[in-house]
Nanobody, 116 residues
């Protein structure tokens, strides 16, 4: 059974940093691309970053490019999102996602609130 568990969210002041973690189980972690999405109140869920273990390829949305880094740890079956220089508009619930055999699996999400 596929499980994705996010953690690391919280309240942070503008300009601060957070490191989100997503621990995966139930599939061969290093064979699939892992992604981070976010959903702000009243907005659609959007892709933040994606990481492909096999190739090391990374993709970032324009909204976080240059401020965030996605990385993976095969030994821990984990993917991380380091976010720096956080802004008010980064406030959202952040979700981890993997697509297996044409089906999307999501974690429960972790809340990130950027506020002074």
């Amino acid at each position: 059974q596929v499980h994705l568990v996010e953690s690391g969210g919280g309240l942070v002041q503008p300009g601060g940093s957070l490191r989100l973690s997503c621990v995966a189980s139930g599939f061969t972690f290093n064979s699939y691309a892992m992604s981070w999405y976010r959903q702000a109140p009243g907005k659609e869920r959007e892709l933040v970053a994606s990481f492909t273990n096999n190739s090391g390829s990374r993709v970032y949305s324009d909204s976080v490019k240059g401020r965030s880094t996605i990385s993976g740890d095969n030994a821990k079956n984990a993917v991380y999102l380091q976010m720096n220089s956080l802004r008010d508009e980064d406030t959202a619930v952040y979700y981890c996602k993997v697509v297996l055999w044409g089906r999307a699996y999501w974690g429960q999400g972790t809340q990130v609130t950027v506020s002074s």
